[in-house]
């Protein structure tokens, strides 16, 4: 019998006025590691969108009533708790929307590179995408503290958790 070993799809996309170009494969790899510490086995398709902080700001007012700058914001295809099933038997699970500028002001602050930000963010909107919530009570702050934690490990970063 022949095994198909589940896979990630990541479709990257930067917004055209914006030269922002943080390292696509290191994208890539920490959405693959937040799917791999969240325990998915199924195959998984997913989007990351790189903009500027005007435009994660007005996707911030629009959609959670805040009119402010942030680093992340992810849109899942959740339906509820539950996936919606496709009769391929791919999971697809959302977008998540990185503000590079502010990327890289934290990434200062914090003493390491845009690059190792964005992977940070990457992982931190993939696992809201695959329903964790830090804000939702302390028991599920410390369950995404620990899927961040090893996610980050499994790509060579384990000190960048800030949750």
Do not use: W
Not at 89 to 110: F, S, W
């Amino acid at each position: 019998m022949l095994k198909v070993k589940p896979h990630l799809k990541v479709i990257i996309g930067f917004q055209a006025r914006h030269p922002y170009k943080p390292d696509e494969g290191l994208l890539k790899k920490a959405a693959q590691s937040a799917v791999k510490a969240a325990g998915v086995t199924s195959s998984v398709e997913m989007g990351i969108s790189v903009t500027g902080d005007s435009a994660i700001r007005r996707l911030n007012s629009k959609y959670r009533g805040l009119d402010e700058v942030t680093d992340v914001l992810s849109f899942g295809l959740r339906d509820g708790d539950k996936f919606p099933a496709s009769p391929d038997g791919i999971l697809r699970i959302g977008d998540v929307v990185l503000a590079y500028p502010t990327c890289k002001k934290q990434a200062l602050e914090h003493g390491h590179t845009a690059d190792e930000e964005a992977a940070l963010l990457t992982i931190h909107g993939t696992l809201h995408l695959l329903g964790y919530d830090h804000e939702a009570s302390t028991a599920e702050a410390v369950r995404m503290k620990k899927a961040e934690r090893v996610a980050l490990k499994s790509i060579g970063l384990p000190n960048l958790s800030r949750i």
